[in-house]
């Protein structure tokens, strides 16, 4: 890009004309140690670290710190590897003073003068940058990218570090916002778990409350395939369930009834197990067929009251299906559970299979190891606890009021995203300048 396009008191460099680009090294896991010292791991930059870091997620023994990159105050990491193109070269900027190390397969670059980390580490992984990261990365499975290509990637930039300073001081009020948001939505996460077990475990009384513990009021209870439930509980296979009450379970079509190029992106939507998440289903990857095609596949199109379940692949994943998905196609990976008369709300049903007492039944029965799957008889043999249709409701009005709460952190935490990136859009290119004291100064 040229100058003439740069915002007035901006440059644009190559990396390594501003600073130095260098392969950092280091062990393997056996260096691991709980209390060690800190250190970045190539693989961190994925699953942990943003544009600068805040915490550590690894550390190696004191003794075997020789064998790594020391890290100084200011240092950007780069992964050298990634599984994508898209991902290769994630970076987060290290800005404390405290000894740290980076690990084999990361690329440092060291900042020279003029430049403030903080601002390196939010400009190394924007949307420019990440384009030409994913043109340098090489290989099939496993993408590299070295430290020669890393330091030709341009880099825009204020001329005063007073600016870049601005710059990111705003970036990282959103990230700070974002982590709050996070950390908010780990720990009703945490709360909603611990509500589940108690639920289904103690369930609620007609007063809304949940019954006495087992060890406050044994009477209360009483002993099941499951284990101890409530009294008034009772617990059923599934296939005997659906036997008295007249539902039944219908695998989703298979590739010899549903060919893969009849999927468009228009028509009657088709579940797959990947579309299943948290209870619900997402649509944003959903494939679709036409209706008339739809209409030959009846035993398989839902209605409300049904439970969409995965049969392979993450088995945990299950969804009731409500007016808003009524006609939608079961597709192949997936069971319809239609549940007939049955004593069991499907919502509940659908938080039921979920819960760990009924997925420990189906560990080590599911057949295959890369892509586990279930069949028809391992399904109806699992157990399942059941209520009055009165508590069942009010266990799930519960549960729904508690995932309500999560959903809207989500949806904040999401909101705070987009800002976050429009905002590095805007201003990492200088698109939107941010005020500075100096400037202004200067101006008058």
Known sequence: MSDRRLPQGWREAELGSVGACFRGRGGTRADEQADGLPCIRYGDLYTHHDCIVRSFCSAISPTRAFAYTALQSGDIVFAGSGETPEEIGRATAYCDSSKAYAGGDTIIFRPGPGLVSRFVGYA?????????????????????????????????FPSLPEEQHCVADVLQTVDEAIEQTEALIAKT??????????????????????????????????????????????????GEMLKRFGGYLQTGPFGSQLHAHEYQSEGVPVVMPQDIDGGSIETH??????ETRASELPRHRMRPGDIVIARRGDLSRAAAITGAEDGWVCGTGCFLLRLGQSKLLPEFASYIYRQPFVQRQIEGRAVGTTMPSLNNSVMSELWFPFCQKEEQRRVVDRLEAAGSQQRSLVGESSVLQQIKTGLMHDLLTGRVRVPVPELREVAI
Do not use: C
């Open 189 to 238: 996460q945490q709360i909603k778990a611990g509500l589940m077990h108690d639920l289904f475990t103690r369930g609620v009384t007609p007063n809304g409350q949940l019954r006495p513990a087992r060890e406050e009021a044994p009477k209360l209870y009483k002993e099941s395939p499951l284990g101890w439930i409530p009294k008034e509980w009772e617990v059923l296979e599934l």
């Open 285 to 290: 990857q959903i494939a679709r067929i036409t």
């Open 124 to 156: 190394v992984n924007s949307v420019a940058a990440n384009r030409y990261k994913s043109k340098m990365g090489q290989g099939s499975s496993v993408f590299h990218i070295s430290s020669e290509h890393l330091s030709r990637l341009p880099l825009r």
